[in-house]
């Protein structure tokens, strides 16, 4: 049920436009029942320049073949269900929750995953993380591969990271110290496929 909440969730904010914004440029919120106004075929989608919006220089020609797949997308919206998509598949992984890591990530992640947890579980360790704050989620490249589209964002982050053995002793980390994290995840979506999810297909660190 949990897993199915989470899914939930990111169907509401990840990529999905309203109508009611301004294209790619009005902070992001949850909206329903507003209807998608049809875009003109022979307009070339515009990325509007706007005071510290989430989008690199170089992203933006690719933003722009996403938005001619796909007139729903809005580059503010996805941005902010990337933040919480980054958010719940951490908290996910430290907590070992393989059920809900496989509403959020395909196979290949979710497997990396997977290795992780059983390493740390055979080692009888137990992860306390928390993650302070998402200091900056930016769209640094994004592309349309056939039928697929994919976002790649930096995460800028503090987390606090300890981790326990399975008496509760800390082994490692603090958590009245938080530690900067610099991650680059792509995310996913069949632009074919009436599942409107994106997935988290591919991890690095900045």
């Known amino acids: 049920m949990v897993a199915g909440f ?12 309203t109508g009611h914004e301004q294209a790619l440029t009005k902070p992001a919120e949850e909206r329903v029942g507003a209807q998608q106004m049809p875009r003109t075929i022979d307009v070339t989608p515009e990325v509007r320049e706007t005071a510290g919006r989430p989008i690199e220089a170089g992203a ?12 729903s997308f809005d580059v503010a919206q996805f941005v902010e269900g990337a933040k919480s998509a980054y958010r719940m598949i951490l908290e996910a992984f430290w907590k070992g929750d393989e059920e809900t890591l496989g509403w959020l990530v395909e196979d290949e992640v979710r497997g990396g ?6 390493e740390r579980k055979a080692a009888g360790h137990v992860l306390d ?56 995840w792509t995310f996913a979506r069949n632009l074919r496929s009436d599942d409107p999810n994106w997935k988290l297909v591919e991890t690095d660190e900045a």
């Open 6 to 17: 989470l899914a939930l969730r990111l169907y509401s904010v990840l990529g999905k436009r």
């Open 60 to 71: 933006e020609t690719g933003l722009r073949a996403v938005i001619s797949a796909d007139s």
């Open 113 to 118: 995953f997977a290795e992780a947890i059983a």
């Open 129 to 184: 993380n928390r993650l302070v704050v998402i200091e900056r989620a930016v769209i640094s490249d994004a592309a349309v591969e056939g039928k697929v589209a994919r976002i790649t964002v930096r995460f800028d982050a503090d987390i606090a990271a300890v981790t326990r053995d399975q008496d509760g002793n800390v082994v490692a980390g603090s958590l009245t110290d938080a530690v900067e994290t610099h991650d680059i």
